[in-house]
Nanobody, 123 residues
Framework: QVQLVESGGGSVQAGGSLRLSCAASGRTYRMAWFRQAPGKEREGVATIQTGSGATYYAAAVKGRFTISQDNAKNTVYLQMDTLAPEDTAMYYC???????????????????WGQGTQVTVSS
């Protein structure tokens, strides 16, 4: 069992930056960030394979968001730059301890989920 604790959400004006953190209680194989805006389905944002450090981003955030990790702390970060109002959502950290055949940002790939942290971007 892995527990995930997110932090770092908040409110920012368009064009600003925020950094989210997700601390895992144990080692993982892959961690990811998802988000869900009101009235919309949850969508994958970015993922990192914790062993290799390989990353993958959704098209909507590529070039603006950066996922990184501190393996010593079992912590993953999401640096969000050039934020826009459409980035407003509840952001969730997710993790899996095993390799699966699902697409990297398919939520079915992930077993463990954090409680979420709100990000609000005003225009």
């Amino acid at each position: 069992q892995v527990q995930l604790v997110e932090s770092g959400g908040g409110s920012v004006q368009a064009g600003g930056s925020l950094r989210l953190s997700c601390a895992a209680s144990g080692r993982t194989y892959r961690m990811a960030w998802f988000r869900q805006a009101p009235g919309k389905e949850r969508e994958g944002v970015a993922t990192i394979q914790t062993g290799s450090g390989a990353t993958y981003y959704a098209a909507a955030v590529k070039g603006r968001f950066t996922i990184s990790q501190d393996n010593a702390k079992n912590t993953v970060y999401l640096q969000m730059d050039t934020l826009a109002p459409e980035d407003t959502a509840m952001y969730y950290c997710a993790a899996t301890t095993s390799r699966t055949a699902f697409y990297a940002l398919d939520e079915r790939r992930y077993t463990y989920w954090g409680q979420g942290t709100q990000v609000t971007v005003s225009s």
